[in-house]
T-cell receptor, first 114, second 113 residues
């Protein structure tokens, strides 16, 4: 069965701290896609990144970086020098090829205090 | 402006009533989806439609119904058979580009009073 686990329910940090959000996934398929979405208080889910299973390169986008490790089935998300605007719920998700749904983790609520 | 529009943003329903949530898109995408979000449970798929006049049940379809008469519209009806309808409902389309994921609407928060 496919599953996504985000063990951290809530994280609180002070502005400018670095923070890592963990994501562990389960699948027997060798081809799959992993995603991170941000859900600000407004409610809309905002796409952050997609990763293919055959591409283990880490990615950096400004203050955001992602560490994909197939050996540990993890796809962790790090925010460097966090800001108040980063406060949101962050979801990790898994999608298999030839299926039409995303399997979401339960989300991690990040609160960044000034 | 292109995108997905969900309405209303907030909706209140009395017990025993059916209520319909609207989802409209002008991005000309074929596939549309409805997800339900409950606190601490992430998002769960209710129904999806890959083409006009066709739709499939997701993981939690009981108590819900949908229609897809037009490409732009995928309304979700929460029926009285849904025992715990209070939740946040998100509509999405499947991206055909590099993303291979979904673009979501802004959601409808349904509360049973």
């Amino acid at each position: 069965a496919q599953k996504v686990t985000q063990a951290q329910t809530e994280i609180s940090v002070v502005e400018k701290e670095d923070v890592t959000l963990d994501c562990v996934y389960e699948t027997r398929d060798t081809t799959y896609y992993l995603f991170w979405y941000k859900q600000p208080p407004s409610g809309e889910l905002v796409f952050l990144i997609r990763r293919n299973s055959f591409d283990e390169q880490n990615e950096i986008s400004g203050r955001y970086s992602w560490n994909f490790q197939k050996s540990t089935s993890s796809f962790n998300f790090t925010i460097t020098a966090s800001q108040v605007v980063d406060s949101a719920v962050y979801f990790c998700a898994l999608r298999l090829p030839n299926t039409d749904k995303l399997i979401f983790g339960t989300g991690t609520r990040l609160q960044v205090f000034p | 402006d292109g995108g997905i529009t969900q309405s209303p943003k907030y909706l209140f329903r009395k017990e025993g009533q059916n209520v319909t949530l609207s989802c409209e898109q002008n991005l000309n995408h074929d596939a549309m989806y409805w997800y339900r979000q409950d606190p601490g449970q992430g998002l769960r798929l209710i129904y999806y439609s890959q083409i006009v006049n066709d739709f499939q049940k997701g993981d939690i379809a009981e108590g819900y119904s949908v229609s897809r008469e037009k490409k732009e519209s995928f309304p979700l009806t929460v029926t009285s058979a849904q025992k715990n309808p209070t939740a946040f409902y998100l509509c999405a389309i499947k991206d055909t580009g590099f993303n291979y994921g979904y673009t979501f609407g802004s959601g409808t928060r349904l509360t049973v009073v």
